[in-house]
């Protein structure tokens, strides 16, 4: 039988060739097989054995060697001829292991193996085109698709793979492990699948890693689908076990196909290893746990996912051990630096696989936000969260706005803070390039905000993003920079300015090549105040002078601008001029490095600056000294000049200036004390406040009023003047002498000495007794003497300026004495302006700003300021506009007006304070720097114990009184609160006085907040002292007066003068932010004093308290509040406190109360139930009993805040889903029974309560009520009506009522005309239809629609007495309807009236559904 085999197949062989030749030239064409290949095919056919038999006559021919086996015949055919061959063969089964046996041997060779696992060559023949494929499998290939075969095959496979175990696989090397597992791939049979796993799992626990990794990889395609699970298990274990197969599992594992459950765990198992696996692992890890992510555990699988991924490890370069040689640390260094660009890299390639998850996959995108968003505590947030908003927004469109919320609220919390952002640059800034465009577009928005730390973020982001990215970025940060500069904006300009300031200082050089940019702002110079101006030109100066020959050019543009504003007769422009030109001396005189190789050599650079700094001073001088307003602002920018690079000017530069400053002052400002004064005068001249009578040789008085008088007369013979010389007026006293002691304490190390009989020296001042006498004086007199009063008062605060810090003691005592005189004196300035309407004082501040704020001053007199105002600039429309403000703060709304306005008319109120009528003349006094506040570190003494040593110690007082504490406080207040912004304050988009805000804070303006802040904590010792000596105060106040209810006992003036220090101090701390005090200052709420003091403590202990709230500060915060609000309020005269500004902090004290309380439902219920009553029940002007604050005035405030609490209370319960189980969906209802009995109590209030503001309040939050029911509780009635079917129906029934009463008040406001109230009663009306069909739809869900009908509901007023209009044509259908009304319900019986005010009521019955 093999014999007729063999002969047939070469009988067919030689058919083959001898057809093939004719076809071709003889002489030329070569025969497939020669002569001699012919017979060593012969010899080898004679010696070959069962295997190499049976492969030739099925069609492939073995070949040694380098050539692949060769295949004639189809793979199929071949397969189904050897099967057949080995099944019809007489040895068989035995010849199966013969043909192994024979396989075996035959693979013993190494590269016969090789051809064997290679695929096949077909043979291309004429006959057999049709029959090969351009590609063929392997000969191991095509024998594991025999059935006969298989199991051996394999057995004989894996038992090859160990002789492989320490071969070493080069880059052309054959890897035959992996061309061994690479048979089994894609199988189409497999008889004992399982069997095959087993021995691969066993062979994946004894082979070597290289050998591990293409065994797993290659089981997905090997194993079949009921073998997925089992498989996955394994590999979920052997992915606990060790890292270095993470890769090879994980890819594995994404490729098979794995119930949600099982995929769930294996999840699980990979979510396990992310904080300990390599670097270049995780972008792996993380693509299989997002790729395989579902959208219903989205949020809890990534919320894992940011807790275990730390982004901090793969930053760090690798640490150079200092004891290795120099060369061994270079290498180090090396491996260092790429090691880091690796870890760089691995990073980059996380964050591409965190952007294809966001991009194409919308639960992945919306679940990381809603983690990052769900995340409370501040130090759970990480760089990781930043960086995956910005790559969020930079990706999905749609989520933008989302993100960009979500990072709002998290800056706003602190859980973002500026540092966490700068580690992100600096550490990442190779992925957060990618996302510039929305880095820039980020900032942009977040510098329109009107929270201060938002705004703060955005500039951090351009200063960061100007640092970390290239120069393309860095022009664009630039080009954005100037877009806020020229918007309009008053605060965009500022921060845009102050960033160009940072970055000026920071990175000089790289700013230098966009300074063509920056120096387009000078063409917009009108729109700058003199602060913005003084900030433009230092980053201008700065570049220009930091490097000579690139700067020169804006040296030149510099000095044609300045020099033109300074010959200009316009006051703005000549103060730019001076401004500017200061700027241009400070960046001229600022001493050099020596080293600094961008600077001349010294002799040519000292020549250089010295004609640069003479040619500005002239100039500048030549200017300045016919006008004393010019120069008075020269004075003082020279002075913030010298405060600001303290230290750090070349005074060299500046002796000449110097010089001629020490002899003008005395010369113009100091006369020898004498008993008489030469002169003729509008009031008789006494000299006053000299502390240095003892001294009566030599002594000096300061010349001020033939000054003022020289002045005022002046004014009329002004064009007399001799041009050429220079002006000597009051105005520039103080501005003179405050850069008279800068310059001197400059060139003396802060020492005083060469001026300090100028503390001491009296003034030329007249009698200050005029209790009675300014009645008889004329207008010209009196205001003579209030600008008299003025010059010394800020003469005296510009001496405790001076002298607040020297350490002497004698010293010190002259400059509290010099604190009294300011009260003093403040005490009779106040009496003389209340005499003096209409009165403009002289300015203090000479920029821009003071002179565009003295219409506003000027307008009705100080007391009359903010009315008299208003109503001149709104004309005809001031009524309607009035009118609308008055019904919104009637309701008790959150006030529109900014917090700091409360704090004002707070203080306005204080009828004893002398500092209430001198509020308004803030800006013409003279600013006090905040070394002053240094004298708060003295004690308190009372008033009574002043009273009594006043008389005969006054100079030997050492301590500070009340009245001095009270001046202090009251300037440390507004400091902090023009710097220390609180996050809630509200900008006002469009300030009507431009400039206006920075009078009085000139030189506070040139700190930053942070330098603020630090100058004020150090007081903090001292402000607690004084706190605690207030509480003691007001604590023996309380004693003493125990069970008297109208303290008639108690000093008035005293009272309220230590109730103001209090609440000063309690807004320091506000302001301050001051940490880890919630304790100390729970303490104070014993003896508070009033509500307004109240209300600011609960503020600060919210401001103080860590975010989000620990649970027994939230309990606190509740019970502290309720206590507030369950307080008798009384004033010492013994009237109630009330008016707008109780309302607006009574509304802050109840949300906060209802807040923090841990059951809101049950204290609105309590304060509805209980409080209310009280109040109904009481008199006409009572109030309720359990909570005094509640009366019949403060209702409509208790109204918005309940309803609005309730509404937004029941947001918060879960919508219901057909999953819950019995118990929850009864808590559920619970909860909302609750609400909507509360609901119903509120509303039916309202027929007692019929105010606007009330009425208001109730369409509005009405309708959300409504509304959160539809959303939220409606699905929960779906799947909860056949289980709970009583709860369902008294709930509905019960809000039935309450839509009812809200019907009947949109009748009330279409009676009444009131278009506030109308207009609220349109989306009303329409979501009382939804409630209609919508529980309608809830019984057809249910199989219950036969329990539900619709009545119509009459129209009726507030009382429930129907509407008269309506009568004639509810005779005409009344019968028609009442059919189809039940009779327990006579209200749903009615018509629909054709003016369309009936509407449609639901009814029920109880059939069983």
């Known amino acids: 039988m093999v014999s007729k085999r063999k002969l047939s197949k070469a009988d067919a062989s030689g058919e083959n060739c001898q057809t093939d030749l004719p076809s071709r030239c003889s002489e030329t064409k070569k025969s497939r097989i020669s002569e001699k290949e012919k017979a060593s095919a012969l010899s080898g056919v004679e010696n070959e054995g069962v295997f190499e038999e049976l492969l030739r006559t099925s069609g492939i021919v073995l070949k040694a060697g380098e050539g ?73 290939k095509l024998l594991l ?149 579902k959208a219903a555990d989205a949020v809890e699988v990534i919320s894992d996912l940011r807790k275990s991924l730390d982004l901090s490890s793969c930053v760090l370069p690798l640490q150079i051990p200092g004891s290795q040689k120099k060369l061994k640390s270079q ?46 505590s501040v130090s759970d947030h990480k760089v990781l969260d930043l960086i995956v908003l910005l790559l969020i927004h930079s990706t999905n469109t749609k989520n933008r706005k989302q993100t960009e919320k979500v990072l709002r609220s998290k800056i706003r919390l ?142 030149d543009d510099m000095h044609m601008m300045i020099r033109k504003w300074l010959s200009s007769t316009v006051p703005n422009h000549k103060q730019m001029g001076i401004i500017g030109a200061v700027a241009m001396i400070g960046s001229v005189a600022l001493k050099r490095n020596e080293g600094d190789g961008s600077s001349l050599e010294r002799p040519e650079l000292n020549s250089e600056r010295d004609g640069q700094l003479s040619t500005l001073l002239d100039l500048v001088g030549f200017c300045c000294k016919q006008t004393p307003e010019v120069l008075a602002l020269y004075y003082d920018e020279l002075a913030g000049l010298i405060e600001k690079q ?44 000299n502390l240095d009578e003892d001294e009566s040789q030599g002594a000096i008085a300061i010349n001020l009023l033939p000054l003022v008088s020289q002045s005022e007369l002046g004014r009329v013979t002004d064009g007399m003047s001799n041009q050429s010389k220079r002006v000597v007026s009051p105005m520039c006293l103080s501005p003179c002498f405050r850069l008279l002691r800068l310059y001197t304490g400059e060139q003396n190390s802060g020492s005083l000495e060469e001026i300090d009989a100028l503390l001491g020296c009296p003034l030329y001042l007249t009698d200050l007794e005029v209790e009675g006498k300014l009645d008889s004086l004329s207008k010209q007199e009196r205001e003579f003497l209030c600008s008299l009063l003025f010059y010394a008062l800020n003469w005296f605060r510009e001496v405790v300026n001076a002298f607040c810090q020297q350490q002497d003691a004698e010293m010190k005592g002259k400059v509290l004495t010099r604190l009294q005189n300011i009260t003093e004196l403040q005490n009779v300035l106040g009496k003389c302006l209340a005499a003096t309407p209409g009165y403009v004082p002289p300015p203090a501040t000479f920029d821009s700003e003071a002179l565009e704020a003295v219409p506003s001053i000027n307008a009705a007199g100080p007391v009359r300021k903010r009315n008299g105002r208003k109503k001149k600039t709104d004309g005809s429309k001031a009524s309607s506009a009035d009118r609308s403000q008055a019904d919104d703060s009637s309701e008790g709304n959150q006030p529109d007006t900014e917090l700091s306005e409360l704090e004002k008319a707070a203080a306005e109120r204080e009828a004893g304070n002398p500092l209430v009528q001198l509020q308004s003349y803030r800006p013409y006094f003279r600013e006090l720097d905040l070394e002053v506040f240094t004298v708060l570190h003295c004690g308190l003494l009372t008033k009574s114990v002043l009273d009594t040593e006043m008389h005969t110690e006054a100079r030997e007082v050492v301590q500070l009184g009340p009245a001095e504490l009270c001046f202090l406080l009251d300037d440390l207040c507004w400091k902090l609160e023009h710097v220390l912004t609180l996050g809630s304050t509200r900008r006002v988009p469009f300030p009507k006085e431009r400039g206006y805000k920075d009078i009085g804070f ?21 402000l607690c002292n004084h706190m605690e000596n207030m509480h003691n105060y007001f604590q023996a106040v309380v004693i003493q007066n125990r069970g008297v209810e109208d303290d008639s006992g108690v000093n008035t003036q005293e009272h309220q003068l230590m109730s103001s220090c209090y609440q000063q101090l309690l807004l320091t701390f506000r302001s301050l932010f001051a940490c880890e005090s919630f304790h100390y200052l729970l303490n104070f709420q014993q003896s508070v004093p009033s509500f307004y003091c109240a209300f600011i403590l609960t503020q600060l202990l919210i401001a103080v308290a860590e975010k989000p709230m620990a649970g027994w500060k939230k309990e606190k915060m509740a019970s502290l509040s309720k206590q507030f609000l369950c307080q008798s309020w009384v004033k010492p005269s013994g009237d109630r406190e009330k008016g ?65 609490q309730l ?203």
Request: proline share 5%.
């Open 1002 to 1022: 000139s030189h506070l303006c040139q700190r930053s907040p942070k330098e603020v802040a630090m100058c004020v904590i150090k007081l903090l010792k001292p």
């Open 1140 to 1204: 707008s500004q109780f309302n607006s902090a009574l509304h802050t004290l109840l949300c906060v109360y209802l807040e923090h309380t841990d059951n809101i439902l049950k204290a609105i219920e309590e304060i509805s139930s209980v409080g209310v009553p009280e109040l109904i029940n009481s008199a006409k002007d009572g109030c309720s009993s359990t909570y005094p604050t509640l009366s019949r005035q403060t209702f409509p405030v208790f109204f918005r805040v309940m309803m609005a």
């Open 1207 to 1409: 509404e937004s209370s029941v947001k918060s319960i879960p919508a219901g889903k057909p999953s819950d189980s019995s118990e929850a969906q009864l808590e559920k209802l619970l909860q909302w029974n609750i609400a909507v009995r509360n609901f119903h109590i509120l509303v039916n209030l309202v027929k007692v309560f019929d105010s606007r503001p009330v009425l208001s309040t109730c369409l509005k939050y009405g309708r959300f009520f409504v509304e959160a029911f539809l959303k939220l509780a409606m699905p929960l009635l779906d799947y909860s009506f056949k289980k709970h079917r009583d709860d369902v129906q008294s709930l509905l029934k019960t809000l039935q009522l309450s839509t009812r009463q809200l019907h009947h008040m949109c009748g009330h406001s279409k009676i009444h005309q009131d278009i506030a109230l109308t207009n609220h009663v349109p989306l009303l009306r329409k979501s009382l239809e939804q409630f209609v069909y919508r529980v309608k739809a809830m019984l057809v869900f249910n199989h219950c629609q036969e329990a539900f009908w619709v009545g119509i509901l009459k129209n009726r007023d507030l009382q429930g007495e129907e509407i008269l209009s309506q009568a004639s044509e509810e005779r005409d259908s009344g019968e028609e309807d009442s059919a189809d009304s039940p009779a327990e319900e006579p209200s749903g019986s009615g018509t629909d009236g054709s003016d369309g005010d009936g509407a449609a009521e639901p009814g029920f019955s109880a059939a069983d559904p």
């Open 414 to 555: 602190g859980c973002v803070p500026e540092q966490m952002m700068q580690n992100a640059f600096q550490n990442h800034s190779m992925v957060i390039k990618d996302f510039f465009p929305s880095i820039l577009a980020l900032a942009q928005t977040f510098l329109h905000s009107a929270q201060p730390a938002i705004v703060s973020f955005g500039s951090c982001m351009y200063k960061q993003a100007f640092a970390a990215f290239d120069s393309y970025c860095q022009q664009e940060v630039v080009t954005a920079l100037m877009t806020h500069v020229c918007s309009g904006n008053e605060t965009e300009l500022d921060i845009s300015l102050d960033v160009l300031t940072d970055l000026v200082m920071l990175h000089t050089s790289l700013l230098m090549r966009y300074t063509t940019f920056v120096k387009t702002i000078l063409d917009s110079t009108q729109k700058l105040n003199p602060c913005q101006i003084r900030k433009l030109f230092y980053i201008l100066s700065t570049l220009a002078f930091s490097q000579r020959q690139e700067g020169s050019y804006i040296q």
């Open 646 to 689: 303290r230290g750090n000017l070349d005074l060299q530069l500046l002796d000449e200036f110097g010089n001629s400053l020490v002899e003008d002052f005395p010369t113009d400002f100091v006369v020898d004390l004498s008993p008489t004064v030469d002169g003729s005068f509008l009031f008789p001249v006494k000299s006053l406040y």
């Open 68 to 140: 692949q086996n060769e295949i004639a015949v189809d793979q199929m055919a071949f397969q189904k001829k050897l099967g057949l061959a080995l099944e019809k063969h007489p040895a068989y089964p035995g010849v199966v292991k013969q043909f192994i046996s024979g396989l075996e041997s035959h693979i013993k060779d190494r590269n016969q193996f090789k051809n064997c696992l290679l695929p096949c060559t077909p043979i291309w023949t004429e006959g057999l085109r049709t029959l090969t494929h351009s590609y063929c499998e392997s000969l191991i």
């Open 145 to 293: 698709g025999i059935k006969i075969l298989q199991p051996a095959v394999i057995t004989l496979l894996l038992e090859k793979i160990p002789e492989f175990f320490f071969d070493i696989v080069g880059t052309f090397g054959t890897n035959f492990p992996r061309l061994i597992v690479n048979q089994f791939k894609w199988l189409d049979r497999l008889l004992d699948s399982q069997d095959l796993v087993k021995k691969l799992m066993q062979m994946v626990s004894v082979s070597p890693v290289p050998i591990q990794h293409d065994i797993i990889t290659s089981l997905p395609e090997i194993v079949e689908d009921s073998q997925k699970s089992e498989v996955a298990r394994e590999l979920s274990c052997l992915l606990k076990q060790g890292r270095r197969l993470t890769v090879p599992i994980l890819d594995a594992l994404s490729r098979l196909d794995l119930d949600a459950d099982l995929l769930a765990e294996v999840r699980q198992s990979a979510m396990t290893i992310v904080p300990s696996v390599k670097l270049e692992d995780l972008p792996v890890v993380v693509k299989f746990i997002l790729h395989n992510v």
């Open 331 to 376: 290498v180090q260094a090396s491996s260092s630096m790429s090691q880091e660009t690796i870890s760089q890299n691995c990073v980059k390639l996380l964050f591409d696989v965190i952007k294809l998850a966001v991009k194409f996959q919308k639960d992945v995108s919306e679940a990381w936000i809603k983690a990052i968003e769900n995340s409370t």
